[in-house]
T-cell receptor
Framework: SQKIEQNSEALNIQEGKTATLTCNYT??????LQWYRQDPGRGPVFLLL?????KEKRKERLKVTFDTTLKQSLFHITASQPADSATYLC?????????????FGQGTTLQVKP | NAGVTQTPKFQVLKTGQSMTLQCAQD?????MSWYRQDPGMGLRLIHY???????DQGEVPNGYNVSRSTTEDFPLRLLSAAPSQTSVYFC?????????????FGSGTRLTVV
């Protein structure tokens, strides 16, 4: 079955630097991959979606890459700010098509220090 | 535009009691899902629906029932609460499943079963 691996160790970086988070999956290539942000005590908030035929997607200071050969997605936050501190989750479909049933990684906590 | 509304926000149940977690969305989304989030386990899919009258099981459906009589509402029923069901429950909705749009999550219901 499909599994997602995100670095469980917290990522600590200095304000202004670029944060890079990794999401690896183990089985078939998904039709898409999504990234969410979750703050303590809140529900996840959708950030970006990248489809299997896209290598890169950008939104303001966020960039996502998708490498189906490496079975990996990278999530970048440029010019990071303390307000970016949160847990970031990646998610993909449970099948290689679009069933809408998502599998989530456990998330990586990002701490941006001023 | 309220998005996804979950009630209650907090609930304490005794083992064996039943209850219904409410979820309503006002965005006319077809896809709706229920997840539970436990420390170290990430978000796990309980049940989901692709439209009124259509539901399907997710990864951890045992002990839970759902129905979808309207597009707006997707209640989750705990039949006989067990301590293992202590968790934070999130409802989410999407217009078309994961390939086109991300999911909008509610703020969660924190359930404790004693």
């Amino acid at each position: 079955s499909q599994k997602i691996e995100q670095n469980s160790e917290a990522l600590n970086i200095q304000e202004g630097k670029t944060a890079t988070l990794t999401c690896n999956y183990t089985n078939y290539s998904p039709a898409y991959l999504q990234w969410y942000r979750q703050d303590p005590g809140r529900g996840p908030v959708f950030l970006l979606l990248i489809r299997e035929n896209e290598k890169e997607k950008r939104k303001e200071r966020l960039k996502v890459t998708f490498d189906t050969t490496l079975k990996q997605s990278l999530f970048h936050i440029t010019a990071s700010q303390p307000a970016d501190s949160a847990t970031y989750l990646c998610a993909l479909d449970r099948s290689s098509s679009n069933t809408g049933k998502l599998i989530f990684g456990q998330g990586t906590t990002l701490q941006v220090k001023p | 535009n309220a998005g996804v509304t979950q009630t209650p926000k907090f609930q304490v149940l005794k083992t064996g009691q039943s209850m219904t977690l409410q979820c309503a969305q006002d965005m006319n989304h077809e896809y709706m899902s229920w997840y539970r989030q436990d420390p170290g386990m990430g978000l796990r899919l309980i049940h989901y629906s692709v439209g009124a009258g259509i539901t399907d099981q997710g990864e951890v459906p045992n002990g839970y029932n759902v129905s979808r009589s309207t597009t707006e509402d997707f209640p989750l029923r705990l039949l006989s609460a067990a301590p293992s069901q202590t968790s934070v429950y999130f409802c989410a909705s999407s217009p078309t499943g994961g390939a086109g749009y991300g999911y909008t999550f509610g703020s969660g219901t924190r359930l404790t079963v004693v």
